[in-house]
């Protein structure tokens, strides 16, 4: 098995016969109607939507088919959290909790993740690209002028590609790095090791209190490391509402996990190879650990993909219109920006959204048709900044789409907030789990009576995420919402109880 996590993200070669043909196929004719540069899952469903409308795809890619997401993110940290987060609703329930009497067997959910990324092969994905009809050309992507590509291929030869349409940049993100004291001797994990680790560190200290840091301290803890949890800020995931982070620091601590709040990390050393790291943390203190996993955010990956030739900023996010096109590049729209690299919502399933619909532009401008970037329309990914969904697969889940109580009245909306203990108020929750603890909000546009936001805590709520999506996104009337009837006895209900929560709170007539 092939597991090839480098810390520095070079190119590798994974030329293999077939790739060689699918390149040599096209150096005679390089001209394409769309050139895609990297093909994680937001690479490859923009290469499908523009494929599907009859456009010639080039899709390069310098790493694994499937990206970050595939093989170091989303697909390996859901395949570990699984089984911990499985074991531990049964635990919850009295009469299941009895059957469980060992641990979670750690050598095989490791075993279960690996086949679940494919043991870091991504024959499949690249022929998914065959399938479609793009030709997958193995490669480090540079821009090199308007509408051209060079590529710049394993074995040292460079294959030059020009696009008639467009040039769609979906390079994806990589860590941040702190400044900080001894850090390359210490050789830090990112989310690379975190999710690609074949073995169990005994103690791992996390730096970073946002998504990575609360999903690998669940699945970490749960595969039997003793966990630290370190953030800076004041809670954990502050990007959601204050209670989020503050039900998860009480519910991992409960578990065993030591969580540190307001901690600033200054240095750390390994100064045996094969020893522990030793943490200096500010005011004095030392935090020894196997193993350190920085969490601390993502830097576009754009550094070295020939911004400069086209007059944008090595390394910076490629800021775009609703329609996706880079903002800064003149003339006709041919450069677009798509996923993690233009930093609007570092999320796959946001990422294939906008593919979706850059897909469609890009379809349509080559046909010459008109493109609609009106809000909500085919031509606009309006979601981007009223509707993104996320879910936090650790224990407890975490789960919100919109605007939270902050974000809306900072955006000058007039709210109204409601919030719901779903443990004490929802019968399918004592059902599902005994002592069931989570909450709900909804964040209530007061002028219009729709929602702006929901945010829920709790087991198994990853479900019930797509309802608030639903509801945000369309933009329904609460009044209406009260015909969307939630089964009994389910965890649903928990609508119920904040449609009454907030029935209860407002002078609003209909209600009466
Ligand atoms: C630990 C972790 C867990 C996550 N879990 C989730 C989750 O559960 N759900 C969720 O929605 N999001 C999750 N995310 C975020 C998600 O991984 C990203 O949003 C997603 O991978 C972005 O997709 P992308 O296609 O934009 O980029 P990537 O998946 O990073 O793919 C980019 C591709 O471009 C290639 N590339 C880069 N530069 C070049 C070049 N110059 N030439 C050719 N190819 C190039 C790369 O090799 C790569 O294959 C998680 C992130 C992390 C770190
Ligand atoms: N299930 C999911 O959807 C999922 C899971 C994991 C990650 N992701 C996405 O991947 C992206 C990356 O996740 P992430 O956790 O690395 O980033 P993040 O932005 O979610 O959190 C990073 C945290 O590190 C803190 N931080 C920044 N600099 C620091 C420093 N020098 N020292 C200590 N702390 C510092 C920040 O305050 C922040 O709380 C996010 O956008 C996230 O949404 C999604």
Not at 196 to 203: I, L, N, Q, T, W
Not at 240 to 259: H, L, N
Not at 452 to 468: D, K, N, Q, R, Y
Not at 475 to 499: G, M, Y
């Amino acid at each position: 098995m092939s597991r090839p996590s480098t810390p520095e993200y070079q190119v590798r070669s994974h030329s293999t016969e077939e790739e060689e043909q699918a390149v040599s196929a096209h150096e005679a004719g390089e001209e394409y109607d769309v050139i895609v540069i990297g093909t994680g899952p937001v690479g490859q469903t923009v290469a499908q939507r523009v494929r599907s409308a009859g456009l010639t795809v080039a899709a390069v890619e310098r790493e694994l088919v499937g990206g970050e997401c595939s093989y170091w993110a989303c697909i390996p940290s859901k395949a570990m959290l699984r089984p911990v987060t499985a074991l531990a609703d049964a635990r919850r329930v009295g009469g299941a909790r009895e059957a469980v009497t060992g641990q979670v067997d750690a050598t095989a959910v490791l075993a279960r993740r690996d086949k679940w990324v494919t043991d870091w092969d991504d024959r499949g994905q690249a022929q998914f690209l065959k399938d479609i009809g793009a030709d997958l050309i193995r490669g480090h992507a540079r821009l090199d002028g308007p509408r051209r590509v060079s590529v710049e291929i394993p074995r040292g030869s460079t294959l030059s590609l020009t696009a008639r349409h467009a040039v769609v940049v979906c390079t994806g993100s990589r860590p941040n790095f702190p400044e900080l004291a001894g850090l390359a001797d210490v050789r830090p994990w990112t989310n690379r090791e975190a999710t690609d680790s074949p073995k169990v560190p005994g103690r791992l200290a996390i730096i970073g209190g946002g998504g990575v840091g609360v999903e690998m301290a669940t699945a970490w803890h749960g595969l039997g490391s003793s966990v630290t949890l370190l953030a800076q800020t004041e809670g954990l995931l502050p990007k959601m509402e204050p209670f989020v982070g503050e039900m998860i620091a009480r519910s991992y601590t409960e578990a065993g996990i030591d969580v540190r709040i307001g901690v600033t990390v200054e240095g750390m050393r390994r100064p045996d190879r094969t020893g522990p790291v030793t943490l200096s943390l500010e005011g004095g203190a030392e935090l020894e650990a196997d193993e350190v996993l920085l969490a601390i955010g993502r830097r576009p990956l754009t550094y070295d993909i020939g911004l400069q030739t086209v007059g944008l900023e090595p390394g910076s996010w490629l800021e775009v219109d609703d329609t996706c096109a880079v903002r800064a590049v003149a003339g006709d729209r041919w450069l677009y920006a798509l996923g993690d690299v233009n930093g609007r919502a570092l999320l796959t399933h946001q990422g294939k959204y906008q593919a979706r619909v850059a897909g469609a532009v890009i379809a349509a401008r080559a046909a010459g048709r008109p493109v609609d970037p009106a809000p909500w329309g085919p031509h606009a990914t309006t979601a981007d900044s009223r509707a993104v969904p996320q879910v936090f697969f650790c224990d407890p889940q975490v789960g919100a789409v919109g605007l939270t109580a902050d974000q809306a009245e900072r955006a000058g909306h007039r709210i109204r907030v409601v919030d719901v203990d779903t443990g004490g108020k929802v019968a399918g929750a004592g059902l599902y789990a005994d002592g069931y603890t989570g909450r709900a909000r909804m964040v209530v546009d007061e002028d219009h009576e729709r929602l702006l936001g929901v945010t829920m805590v709790g087991p198994a709520i990853e479900e019930l995420i797509h309802s608030a999506t639903v509801a945000v996104a369309a933009q329904v009337p609460v009044s209406r919402l009260w015909h969307a009837v939630p089964c009994f006895p389910s965890i649903s209900e928990v609508w119920l109880r904040l449609l009454e929560a907030y029935r209860d709170t407002t002078d609003a007539r209909q209600w009466r």
